[in-house]
């Protein structure tokens, strides 16, 4: 299973890369909304799951979510500099799983676990 970060700061990539990396998981980065976009649908859905920067250069992550979710059935989780800046309904309403801080990686492992999981007992069920 892959994971795909979106976002624009080049030291996060490698902290994710780099810390996912750890647990066997294999992170593919891009840079921009469009640059994740242009991905083939076959090769978007290689993504199990799918971690978006709120701000990027040329949209939201908001945005993106809105153009991606529909074709996608990925997990999604927004990450920012502050976190949490979505509520509850905004979440839900975007259909995102997750909202965190960059720099939590301990909340961002656990939600990807959690899914994981879940995945994994619905192969085997």
């Not at 996608?72 to 979505?86: R, V």
């Amino acid at each position: 299973m892959e994971l795909a970060l979106i976002d624009d700061d080049t030291l996060y990539q490698r902290v994710f890369q780099d810390f996912f990396e750890l647990y066997g998981i294999k992170v593919e980065c891009f840079s921009c909304g469009e640059e994740f976009i242009k991905t083939t649908p076959s090769e978007a859905m290689k993504f199990g799951f799918i971690i978006i920067d709120h701000t990027l250069l040329d949209m939201s992550g908001a945005q993106l979510v809105k153009l991606i979710k529909p074709a996608l059935e990925s997990e999604i989780a927004l990450i920012s500099t502050y976190g949490n800046a979505l509520t509850t309904p905004e979440k839900k309403g975007l259909g995102v799983s997750g909202d965190f801080r960059k720099t939590d990686l301990k909340s961002i492992q656990n939600w990807f676990e959690y899914f994981k999981n879940q995945v994994e007992s619905k192969i085997i069920n």
